[in-house]
């Protein structure tokens, strides 16, 4: 195995916008992203348009789905018009499962499979319930390697999370979705640990559905709504299935039959949570000036720093992510027979990582804030802590180290 580290600079300018709090290491970026400074302003600004304009406000707010969906949409490769702000990550992807089988429904009646990976995230399926599971049935994959016996002529769709958040594999989206399209089957990708982290370019592929989270990489607050992407082509041949007030045609009419408006907006459902939209506004602007490409290239050396320095001075460390650049994101998963007390000690040194029960820690690089010294830092304390750990030799005086 051979290291490259390259010379690259942090980019301050970036790292001053957000709230860096005070002397802590932060590795958790792919589950809650830090907090921008810009967002304070904006969410009072949306408060003081309310005080001042009452109902008129809605004007303003109301685009807020769409405009700030399209800022999204520039991040995946996505055409205008086929991404839109709306409900959680779960919620839009029972929309995409739904309208998946009803395209399916039209164009390849017969077909009664859908196709999941075992490790997937949100296996979120309570439509097939609703669907009663006896017409559809469940198939799960273990690996990628697997999925060409798996395609066949009797799926529907597959929903497949771009990287896989517990051991940080990264997935080729091209290569998959060809595959997938050769049998007539669609995709639903969920970019959840992908958007802000990889460039994506959806057009190029011609994916079918995707969706993904806010609050992760894209530093949108918690709990903030999730975004949703429908290719053109699968626009307008039926409606999704969770038919709201604001996917009508006109919402204003309230008009006792079900008519779709024409396009993206059909994937609302009801009133849009402005006040975290206006924070994806500002955060998504912050990754937009970056770029995805130098976001990349700073994540991979983020990451090859990592390595580098955890095969030196912490050995007992086993990473579980691939090493090559083309199958790993921002975020390296380690496996430690003592992950989870090395973890609590890490948190009294202030250095914040994931643990996956029952031996995994996950560290997350974000490139709009993370530093090359973090690493540095983080692994002297890291190695500090495996070495009284594996001595039993713990007492609070290892707590103050720096
Ligand atoms: C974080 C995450 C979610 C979150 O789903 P919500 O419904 O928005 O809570 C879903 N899927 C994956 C893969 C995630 O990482």
Redesign the pocket.
């Known amino acids: 195995m051979s290291y490259k580290i390259l010379p690259l600079q942090t980019n301050r300018q970036e790292r001053n916008k957000f709230q860096i709090p005070l002397n802590t290491i932060y590795f958790c970026g792919n589950s809650l992203g830090l907090c921008p400074i810009e967002s304070e302003k904006v969410v009072n600004q949306i408060i003081q348009e309310w005080e001042q304009n009452h109902i008129h406000s809605w004007n303003l707010a109301i685009q807020l789905p769409l405009k700030v969906g399209n800022k999204i949409g520039k991040l995946i490769g996505a055409e205008e018009n086929e991404t839109i702000i709306a409900d959680?990550?779960?919620?839009n992807l029972f929309k995409c499962l739904g309208t998946s089988i009803a395209i399916q429904k039209i164009k390849n009646p017969n077909r009664r499979s859908i196709l999941l990976d075992r490790e997937n995230?949100?296996n979120d399926l309570g439509l097939l319930k609703l669907l009663s599971t006896d017409e559809y049935k469940v198939r799960y994959f273990d690996d990628e390697n697997q999925l060409e016996d798996f395609l066949n002529d009797d799926v529907v769709c597959i929903l497949l999370?771009h990287v896989n958040?517990h051991h940080g594999k990264l997935y080729n989206i091209k290569k998959i979705t060809e595959m997938v399209h050769k049998v007539d089957a669609f995709i639903i990708w969920?970019l959840?640990?992908s958007v802000g982290s990889v460039p994506i370019n959806l057009t190029e592929v011609n994916a079918d559905f995707a969706v993904g989270?806010t609050d992760?990489y894209l530093n949108s607050s918690p709990g903030a709504p999730?975004f949703i992407y429908v290719n053109k082509k699968h626009q307008n041949v039926t409606w999704q299935p969770l038919t709201g007030w604001l996917g009508h045609q006109s919402p204003f009419k309230m008009s006792k039959d079900y008519e779709p408006i024409v396009g993206i907006k059909n994937f609302l459902v009801g009133t849009p949570e402005v006040l975290p939209i206006s924070i994806i506004d500002c955060s998504v602007e912050i990754t937009l000036d970056a770029g995805m490409q130098l976001i990349r290239k700073k994540s991979l050396a983020l990451g090859d720093l990592f390595i580098f320095l955890m095969t030196e001075k912490c050995p007992s460390f086993k990473l579980v992510t691939p090493f090559e650049y083309e199958k790993r994101e921002s975020h390296l998963s380690y496996q430690h027979e003592n992950a989870n007390e090395i973890s609590k000690w890490m948190r009294k040194r202030n250095i914040y990582s994931d643990f996956i029960s029952p031996d995994i820690l996950i560290f997350a690089m974000t490139p709009l804030y993370t530093k090359f010294v973090d690493i540095w830092n983080a692994i002297e304390n890291i190695s500090d802590i495996v070495k009284n750990v594996e001595s039993k030799n713990f007492d609070e005086s290892c707590v103050s180290l720096n």
């Open positions: 959680s990550t779960s919620i995230f949100s999370s958040y969920d959840c640990h989270c992760k999730a």
